[in-house]
């Protein structure tokens, strides 16, 4: 049954940040607010973590996790971005922002698009994903925390009535913006959009 931690979303006790932590290094799925929406996170090496995550949200593998990030410092380890796709990361990051981009070596071919080489990144303007990521000392492994074709799932008590025999833990904080991440693909020179989410996509020209 699902542990449930009430975390401040601007001043995330340090207790419980330690706790999800521990949670996760055990091999758990977590729960866990964005700056968008809910979403589900494990670590990144736990392959039964990700199978798990991939049968609550009822997908198969052509389903992408994204790579969760704390900044940009991790970026070069898993994509590829020239110098002018960095500038534009760099000013539009923190962000309800997912990115498609050039996959390095080091991504296991299990997360990466099935017919190219291409991973998916996210860096979120959020305190609680901050806190846990810095103690986490690593990017964790995400999906968007949607059931079949329903709209993401926002409301923590709900969450835990729904999945509490399916999860490890269930954070309850605050949400700013509810909705998708606005998604661009960048692995080309000119970036395209994927997907309209809650943030705005004319910085990258779109």
Request: net charge negative.
């Amino acid at each position: 049954m699902a542990q449930y931690f009430v975390i401040h979303a601007e001043n995330p006790q340090a207790r419980l940040i330690k706790h999800t932590v521990e949670i996760l290094r055990d091999g758990g799925v977590i729960a866990y607010p964005t700056d968008s929406s809910y979403a589900f996170g494990c670590m990144l090496g736990n392959k039964e973590a990700q199978n798990r995550i991939r049968q609550i949200r009822q997908v198969d593998d052509k389903q992408l996790f994204t790579l969760v990030c704390s900044n940009l410092s991790e970026l070069a380890t898993y994509a590829k971005v020239d110098n002018a796709q960095f500038r534009l990361l760099k000013a539009n990051t923190p962000g309800a922002y997912s990115f498609i981009l050039n996959a390095t070596k080091e991504v296991p071919k299990r997360l990466q698009h099935p017919k190219r080489s291409a991973v998916g990144i996210r860096v979120p303007n959020h305190q609680v994903v901050q806190a846990i990521l810095d103690e986490l000392g690593e990017p964790m492994l995400s999906m968007t925390l949607q059931i079949g074709e329903e709209e993401p799932m926002n409301i923590a008590w709900e969450i835990r009535d729904k999945l509490e025999h399916q999860l490890d833990l269930v954070i309850d904080s605050e949400i700013h913006h509810i909705g998708f991440t606005t998604l661009i693909d960048l692995t080309e020179q000119t970036p395209q959009l994927i997907r309209q989410g809650v943030a705005d996509a004319s910085p990258f020209g779109l």
